[in-house]
């Protein structure tokens, strides 16, 4: 999930943030270099389910997908260094797993479970919000810096927005639907006002899989919900009747959201619709190298300012499952892959960043025979 540091950078970039896609003297983008650091302890029979590093990068989390177990390491030896099991945290998978701010804690949802604080040292429940959010799933959601406040993409139940300190559900949109893209930035504008938006996007679904609707920009304090692609000419829109899932991602500190889409099955390659976020009108689409997309994307701030994301191609239940990790940026000329890394170079099941985008976990598992292992990776930009 994205973490937003738009503020510390505010200065250098707010004017390329408004300027426009003509921005490539401004900033440079380089494509992220992966350098194995550590394997970590252990292997998981199917995967590793959420993968995430503490705010200080001195641990990492991850779900085991078939023994259920909480487990978090010591990223400097690769160490086990505390586990939970299901009988004590209660959970058959996570839809959401992350560290507090002060890595004590470790949030956990799912489905309509309350969502759960869990003291991961003392291996124990320490606070409980009773959600509900969906009883089918939370597809996408992300937090704001303080984690104060919560935003979930649910797949029978909207759009929802939580008050943590209050514990309760303080607003809803698009009640009914399927959000599977969730994305929060908050940004200054030079006349000192504070904007909060959330860029959202839908799972289309049969029998109504019809490109309306499907994704927009709600301005958080008004309660304004803009949809947006509805100008995307015909022959740029995914074909519809097939499952399209669609995700959110803000670039330049708010200047752009970034929509990626993949269908299931998979018949057409991947993309990535461009919008404006001030005027909200489409700007580009981009077709990735593969069809699906293995995971949620990231945009990386600096010192890359590109969008990371993992893709695979499961067309052919035949053949080994091929995945890449490609690296998309916004150029003059419209977006553009500046690198991509084939599964021979970094075979990624999921993979996730730290704050800083200066190291990545990633769960890999070569075949669906073989368990799945997690590794650290160094992230440094590419010469």
Known sequence: MSKNFYSILLTAVLAVCLAGPSISQEIAPAPPEFTLHKQLEGTDQFSWSRPTFSPDSKYVAAFAHTGKVVTVWDV???????????????????DGFEFSNDGTQLLMMRSDKPLTYMDWKAGKVVKTIDMKADPRKIIAYDFNDDMSMLFLGTFNNGLQVWD???????????????????DYTTYKTKDGKVHRKIGWARALM??????????????????ANATVLKDVPADKKPPEGSMTFLQTNWQ????????????????????????????????????????????????????????????????????????????I??????????????????????????????????????????????????????K
């Open 76 to 94: 400097a030896s690769g160490k086990v260094v505390g586990t939970v099991k299901p009988e004590d945290h209660g959970f058959d998978g996570v």
């Open 206 to 223: 049969p029998p109504n899989a019809k490109f309306e609707n499907v994704a927009g920009i709600i301005d958080l304090d008004s309660g």
């Open 252 to 327: 330049w500190g708010g200047g752009y959201l970034l929509v990626s889409y993949y269908q299931i099955p998979p018949k057409i390659p991947a993309g990535i619709f461009v919008i404006d976020g001030k005027t909200k009108e489409f700007v580009n689409v981009y077709e990735l190298a593969q069809k699906t997309l293995n995971f949620q994307p990231k945009y990386l701030w600096k010192p890359y300012y590109g969008l990371s994301i993992s893709t695979n191609d499961m067309s052919n239940p035949m053949q080994p499952v091929k995945t890449g990790t490609e690296f």
């Open 164 to 182: 943590l300190k209050a514990g309760k559900k303080v607003k809803s949109f698009l009640e009914g639907q399927a959000v599977s893209g969730v």
């Open 329 to 382: 940026v916004w150029t003059k000329d419209g977006m553009k892959t500046l690198d991509n890394i084939d599964e021979s170079k970094l075979p990624v099941q999921s993979i996730n960043y730290n704050n800083q985008n200066s190291m990545a976990v990633v769960s890999q598992k070569k075949t669906m025979q073989t368990p799945a292992s997690i590794y650290v990776y160094k992230v440094t930009p590419k």
